[in-house]
């Protein structure tokens, strides 16, 4: 059940989760760049580049690299936290442009939201489980 894009205005949309980062991805016909929602260009946003490496791995994955153009509203987290996020969010979004498409995700691990988060910190702790020093005086 493979969709065609007849509109320039028709995307796929998808959200993308990581630690306390979210991502709203929409994709569109375009040839494979990336816009964060801010204006900035994506390589720009993201200074490393093997952060924007990450976010192509589920096009990729699926070889439509150069088909689509990610725009992208992120928030929270850090950059790498919203980089794996925008990945998510991708995903999710290939695979409301075609169904078929989520057993390559999925078998790759772009479709899995990493819930790794820090842990809250505990009363009478000084972090989540490090207790205060032991006094035996």
């Known amino acids: 059940m493979e969709q065609t894009l007849k509109l320039s205005g ?23 760049k990336i816009t964060v929602i801010n204006g900035q260009v994506g390589g720009r946003y993201f200074s ?9 791995q589920p096009l990729e994955a699926v070889g439509m690299l150069k088909d689509f153009n990610i725009s992208v509203r992120v928030h929270g987290g850090g950059m790498a936290a919203q980089a794996d996020a925008i ?23 772009f479709l899995t939201r990493d819930a790794r988060a820090k842990e809250r910190k505990k009363f009478g702790l000084k972090r989540a489980r490090r207790a205060p020093q032991f006094s035996k005086r």
Do not use: M
């Open 10 to 32: 028709q995307y796929f949309y998808g959200v993308g989760r990581r630690k306390t980062a979210t991502a709203q991805v929409r994709l569109y016909k375009g040839d494979g």
């Open 48 to 56: 490393p580049k093997d952060l924007v490496a990450r976010i192509y």
């Open 87 to 109: 990945r998510h969010g991708a995903a999710r979004a290939l695979v409301a442009f075609d169904v078929n498409l989520k057993s390559a995700l999925k078998k790759t691990g």
